[in-house]
């Protein structure tokens, strides 16, 4: 693991990979280090942020050094079935890219546990990695101005969810009504890094 800087009161560790990331972030939730008040990962980084003023960024960084990390059954996970109809506009489009019938693409997509790898973008949007590659397919070269709220899209080797209606240049293969996020929840977020994902056709 490598360390370093995230500004004035946050640290960054660089991992090996997705599943490093998300054992670091377990750790560091379960060391629970007075003056933390944030762990957020990356695809293969760790982002820890602290409380300005209240923590020693270098003793911080070595405890963080030491500490071990969990086996991946260590911790508990959450697992998301979420109803999805596969009628996207770019559904043949993922289709003919891949070679495959837009049955088949739509049985490959449905298939797959995928694994939160992290929210960005927008408030609750889930990155999810686990994307049968035979159906990667890159971004749309020109973005829409407006993506629905729902939508599900591929872009890449990722797949997402839109939890808002936005701009947004990936491929929308189908929709779900699930709310991903409320800000009236708590959390406001149905999803969470490391959690599981299974999408089922309706």
Known sequence: MRLRPGGDHALLCEVADLDAAHRLRAAIAEAAYPGVIDVVPGW????????????????????????????????????????????????????????????????????????????GFQPGFPYLAGLDVSIATPRKDSPRTAVPTGAVGIAG????????SSPGGWQL??????????????????????????????
Do not use: K, N
């Open 44 to 119: 293969r980084t760790v982002l820890v942020v602290t409380q300005p003023g209240s923590v020693d960024l270098a003793a911080l960084a070595r405890h963080l050094s030491d500490l071990a990390l969990p086996a991946v059954d260590a911790y508990e996970v959450t697992t998301h079935v979420v109803p999805v109809h596969y009628d996207g506009p770019d559904l043949p489009v993922v289709a003919e890219h891949s070679g495959l019938s837009v049955e088949e693409v739509v049985r490959r997509h449905a298939a797959v546990t995928y694994t939160v790898a992290f929210l």
């Open 157 to 164: 080797d990722v797949t997402g969810i839109y939890p808002r």
């Open 173 to 202: 293969i189908g929709h779900t009504d699930v709310t991903l996020f409320d800000v009236t929840a708590t959390p406001a977020a149905l999803l969470a890094p490391g959690d599981l994902v299974q999408f089922e056709v309706v």
